[in-house]
Structure formats: structure tokens, C-alpha cells
Nanobody, 115 residues
């Protein structure tokens, strides 16, 4: 049974940082491209970032490029998202996913950026 469990969200002031984690189980994590997607209040799912199996290839949505960093530790079956210089428009539910569309995702962790 595939499980994706996100953590690390919270309330942060604009300009602050958070590090999200996602622990995966039930599949061969090291053989899977992984993704972060998010959903802002009242909006649909938005792709945020992707990483290949080794971590050597990463891509980002233009809205987060230069501020967010995706990484992974295959030995720990864990995916990360380091988020710096957070903005109020980054507020939303953040999910790790096994596909870019987010159809196969975890339960999510809430990120709220507000003063």
C-alpha cells in the first residue's frame, strides 16, 4: 500500500522559511520521480517542483524558482522541500506526489504565510 506522509508545515511570517518532509512507503522510492504540488484556498492543484530518481535533475514552477529547493534522501525514503523567502501567496496545502498532476498524493501539510 502506497503511503506518502507530509510534515513540516505551519504558520510563518512573510520572508520566513519552512522545510517540508515527505516519508514514502509501499513502493520503490529510489526508482520514482517525485513531485511537490500545492493547493491555495479556493483554487486547484498547482505543480511546484519535480526531482528525478537520483536528485540530479530538478525543476520548479516560475512562481517559486530561486526560493524553493527540492531534494531527496533515497536511503530514508524521504522527499524534502526547503522554502525560503516565503510570500503570502505561498499559502496553501502542500502535497508530495508520485505524479506531476498530484492525482497520487499524500494528505498534505498546511503552510500559512501571514503577518
Amino acid at each position: 500500500q502506497v503511503q506518502l506522509v507530509e510534515s513540516g508545515g505551519g504558520l510563518v511570517q512573510p520572508g520566513g522559511s519552512l522545510r517540508l518532509s515527505c516519508v514514502a512507503s509501499g513502493f520503490t522510492f529510489g526508482s520514482a520521480w517525485m513531485y511537490w504540488v500545492r493547493q491555495a484556498p479556493g483554487k486547484g492543484l498547482e505543480w511546484v517542483s519535480s526531482i528525478n530518481t537520483s536528485g540530479g535533475a530538478r525543476s520548479y514552477a516560475s512562481s517559486v524558482a530561486g526560493r524553493f529547493t527540492i531534494s531527496r534522501e533515497n536511503a530514508k525514503n524521504t522527499l524534502y522541500l526547503q522554502m525560503n523567502s516565503l510570500k503570502p501567496e505561498d499559502t496553501g496545502l502542500y502535497y508530495c506526489a508520485r505524479d506531476r498532476s498530484g492525482s497520487d498524493r499524500g494528505q498534505g501539510t498546511q503552510v500559512t504565510v501571514s503577518s
